[in-house]
């Protein structure tokens, strides 16, 4: 058990829609990462916060948003989903503001696009 | 761009029988290299964090070594709980990515 927590742990949904996605680090960690993972594309990071702002972006499409909170607790947020966005999403999380610190990941959502 | 490759893709071995992952990174400037494990429809789980080229470590039956081009995920008597995707990742100077290999698919056979 690694100490991230993400919710929910499937979710399955129609084209068009929007949904939330929601992480918890690790106590003390105040960075948080976002990845994509499917089948063909591997594990791609999406976005990393640090004490709430957001720090580096990657392969993150634009109809995707983040946020991190007071509380250090982050949400993905997917709009107008297609079916392509089905994959794993995971969220990871690390003490430090910077990418080489190793990063501890979350079990994982299971998002399903009907 | 930063990239990394891994080989083989897949992996089959026979309880106890050696062998070595390969990872082979192009980066502007390593800041970190890291292993992961990963099972089926779980989280990718830390193993090793090398930093610089002739760094070693070590964990039960797995040794990760590191060169400034490549690094190696030795395996030393496998057992089929070791059994998992392997994935390699790397950290740029800039500290703003980290980018993942596409894992080798290892199996354990008893």
């Known amino acids: 058990d690694s100490g991230v927590t993400q919710t929910p742990k499937h979710l399955i949904t129609a084209t068009g829609q929007r949904v939330t996605l929601r992480c918890s680090p690790r106590?003390?960690?105040?960075?948080v990462y976002w990845y994509q993972q499917s089948l063909d594309q591997g594990l791609q990071f999406l976005i990393q916060?640090?004490?709430?702002?957001?720090?580096a972006k990657g392969n993150i499409l634009e109809r995707f948003s983040a946020q991190q909170f007071p509380d250090l607790h982050s949400e993905l947020n997917l709009s107008s989903l297609e079916l392509g966005d089905s994959a794993l999403y995971f969220c990871?999380?690390?003490?430090?503001?910077?990418?080489?610190?190793?990063?501890?990941f979350g079990p994982g959502t299971r998002l399903t696009v009907l | 761009e930063d990239q990394v490759t891994q080989s083989p893709e897949a992996l089959r071995l026979q309880e106890g029988e050696s062998s070595s992952l390969n990872c082979s990174y192009t980066v502007s400037g390593l800041r970190g290299l890291f292993w992961y494990r990963q099972d089926p429809g779980k989280g990718p789980e830390f193993l090793f964090t090398?930093?610089?080229a002739g760094e070693e470590k070590e964990k039960e039956r797995l040794k990760a070594t590191l060169t400034k081009k490549e690094s190696f995920l030795h395996i030393t008597a496998p057992k089929p709980e070791d059994s998992a995707t392997y994935l390699c990742?790397?950290?740029?100077?800039?500290?703003?990515?980290?980018?993942f290999g596409p894992g080798t698919r290892l199996s354990v056979l008893p």
């Open positions: 990871a999380s690390s003490p430090g503001t910077s990418s080489y610190n190793e990063q501890f």
């Open positions: 990742a790397v950290a740029d100077n800039y500290g703003q990515n980290f980018v």
């Open positions: 090398l930093y610089s």
């Open positions: 916060y640090y004490n709430g702002e957001e720090r």
């Open positions: 106590s003390g960690d105040l960075s």
